[in-house]
């Protein structure tokens, strides 16, 4: 079992706008990136983001990013974990399928609120744009009689 606790707003923030560098730097095009952008634009481009990345900025990130997360060798006694990195060097992670699961899972906590928010943005956008082709408050209405 592994815990994976979010990383504070600021640190959160920080390694976004990291890994937005690190991508830009790499020199890879991602779309709906630009420089000094944070943690929204890493959500926009995906756990994918990593792959424009200079190998050792990449693992640094990853690196970061795993620092979120712990081991807890005895699900009965979730107070005592060891922490990932440890984890992986005393063969506690033993499955390569498991280390891309924490990846991706750690990437999806922090980054899929942001996720979440643009689609409201964008519902919210829509229904304001069809509530002003309606008439204007102050434009004279009529009345209709109903049809006898």
Known sequence: MFTIPRMSAYEADKWGRHAVQAAIG???????????????????AGIGIFGAMEPARMDELIDQLLGCVAYVPDPANPSVTIPFKLAARTDQIEEIPTV???????????????????????????????????????????VSASPS
């Open 100 to 142: 891309g699961w924490l990846q991706k899972e750690a990437f999806a906590l922090h980054v899929d609120f942001f996720k979440g928010v643009g689609q409201l943005f964008s519902l919210l956008s829509l229904l304001l744009q069809m509530g002003n082709s309606g008439p204007s408050p102050d434009a004279e209405t009529s």
């Open 26 to 44: 790499g020199g890879g095009a991602i779309p709906g990136v630009t420089e000094g952008g944070g943690l929204a634009e890493v959500a926009a």
